[in-house]
């Protein structure tokens, strides 16, 4: 028996109804995150009520996706003793805490359904671009105040959709964005206008939240993806298809880009964002100068100085998820953050190219992860619920090919 047909379980029509119905409502979860724009959002009423019922109707961790619930406990646990240092504990700060708690659930959740049915990938992806295009949509209209009311998805004249920050509005577009430019690149001809408007959407809203961390991850991602399928896929006709569509995706952004530049408060926001180092970066007390200070203050306060602490001594927020790990988690939080990015890094790295239902979502997400990564330090990532998604996805990949590999032994 081989080790695909291993794991075909028999099929039953209740069963499978229940599967259904039950992958839906995780797709619905991953939808709602698109929508935060006043908190607690209805992505937590879902995901708390999902992931509790989940767990308790037999939903397993397996030992290969019981490191990531490990390390991310150890990182809460790191949250929770930080709090011991504080003077008074402040309501917020417990709510930070559990906060963390929930989200590195919603990780180990989501990693153990893609294990459990890794054909559930697709349908998160799906509802991540429907997410993706709405929230966008109204990022785009909201900053050309295109009906009463609108305004509320922006903020300092930049594009915010429904979240409650340009800043993590950007970012979550990603993805989406990548599952349409791989669909571009893999799928057939007659879909390729759907997407190819899909990916305009998408990068338009990116641009219009003027988020520079959005922009690089945004730039950074599109390079990566491309040239991991040069990688993979090693045709003459494929790399020609590469660089045929990616030539027109590319004239096509410019093309937008200088449409939007007519408009003198793009042209206006543009200029000012585009510069290297702003105001708010150089300078005394600067995010530069935050850093070094911080980093500094962590030599001597390994338990941290409790979540929300540094933005009451300094002017700003650490805007640094790795100095964000040591003042809000200590030490503890620290090398487990580090340990759980390398560890799911190595993972996703060795299984990847590998020929794989899932390796396509794999792929997708690793590079997000990188991306992540590296605006990490300059913004602070710690509570993005799509963060944890990725992470989820990564691991459950993960979990499934290493659930493949012990039925093919067998």
């Not at 390079?223 to 006709?237: G, Q």
Request: with cysteine.
């Amino acid at each position: 028996m081989s080790a695909i047909a291993a794991q075909i379980r028999p099929f039953n029509p209740q069963a499978a109804a229940v599967q259904l119905m039950i992958s839906w409502i995780m797709a619905f979860g991953v939808f709602l995150s698109g929508f935060v724009i006043s908190e607690p959002a209805p992505y937590e009423v879902l995901m708390v009520g999902q992931v509790a019922l989940w767990f308790l109707f037999g939903l397993k961790i397996s030992r290969a996706v019981a490191p990531l619930l490990a390390l991310l406990l150890i990182f809460n646990v790191g949250g929770l003793l930080a709090l011991t240092v504080l003077p008074t504990i402040l309501t917020d700060q417990v709510l930070y805490v559990a906060v963390s708690i929930f989200l590195a659930l919603t990780a180990v959740f989501y990693a153990a359904v893609i294990e459990d049915r890794p054909q559930r990938l697709k349908l998160i992806f799906q509802a991540w671009v429907a997410a993706a295009m709405i929230t966008g949509m109204l990022g785009i209209l909201g900053y050309f105040h295109a009906f009463p009311g609108s305004e509320v998805f922006t903020r300092y004249d930049r594009a915010m959709g429904a979240f409650q920050d340009p800043n993590v509005f950007g970012p979550f577009l990603v993805a989406p964005m990548l599952y349409l430019l791989h669909g571009l690149l893999k799928g057939r001809l007659t879909e390729s206008p759907l997407r190819i408007l899909g990916i305009l959407i998408l990068s338009f809203a990116v641009f219009l939240s003027f988020s520079r961390a959005a922009w690089g991850l945004f730039l950074f991602c599109a390079v990566a993806l491309v040239f991991v399928m040069l990688l993979k896929e090693r045709t003459n006709a494929f790399r020609l298809k590469i660089l045929v569509l990616s030539l027109t995706a590319v004239i096509a952004m410019v093309m937008a880009l200088l449409v939007a530049l007519q408009f003198e408060k793009v042209h206006g926001l543009f200029e000012t964002r585009t510069q290297l180092v702003q105001d708010y970066d150089g300078g005394h007390l600067g995010r530069f100068a935050r850093h070094k200070l911080g980093f500094e203050m962590a030599m001597e306060r390994p338990l941290g100085i409790g979540p929300m602490m540094f933005g009451k001594i300094f002017p700003e927020d650490e805007h640094n998820i790795y100095l964000k790990s040591l003042m809000a988690y200590g030490w503890i939080g620290f090398l487990s953050y580090l340990a759980m990015i390398l560890w799911t890094v190595s993972m996703g790295f060795r299984y990847m190219l590998r020929d794989r239902p899932w390796q396509p979502y794999l792929m997708i997400a690793w590079i997000v992860l990188i991306g992540h990564m590296l605006v990490g330090a300059v913004i602070d990532t710690d509570h993005w619920r799509h963060f944890y998604l990725v992470l989820g996805i990564v691991w459950g990949c993960g979990a499934a090919e290493w659930r493949f590999q012990r039925a093919k032994r067998a």
